[in-house]
């Protein structure tokens, strides 16, 4: 009984703080600190959000802190962006000012 357009939008508050996974069949966004997987369909990383751990989703728009892993198949590093991961995407757009450290592998078709 999926359904794609009841799939919702979660928002972390800033004042949270998570340790462990998050799944989620819609979008993430992220405005405080996550240590742990996150897995979803669209994931937002606010200015003000941190998150130390993998990401695993269609479209990452990161504009905080990541530290770990990402799978993408859309990744945009904002201008805000500070990044230490080992990114594996298909479509990538970097901002000038972005911070990124790690490795960019590309998927194969």
């Not at 996974?21 to 993430?28: E, R, T, Y």
């Not at 080992?86 to 990124?100: F, K, N, R």
Request: glycine share 10%.
């Amino acid at each position: 009984m999926s359904n794609p357009s009841s799939t919702g939008k979660s928002v972390l508050a800033s004042d949270l703080k998570i340790t462990g996974d998050i799944v989620s069949k819609g979008s993430v966004e992220v405005m405080g600190e996550v240590d742990g997987s996150i897995i979803a369909d669209s994931l937002v990383l606010s200015h003000d959000g941190a998150i130390k751990g993998t990401i695993t989703a269609k479209t990452v728009d990161l504009r905080g802190k990541l530290s770990g892993k990402i799978d993408s198949t859309m990744l945009t590093l904002r201008s805000a962006a500070q990044m230490t991961a080992d990114v594996t995407y298909t479509t990538l757009s970097i901002e000038s000012g972005a911070q990124i450290e790690g490795t960019f592998k590309i998927k194969k078709a």
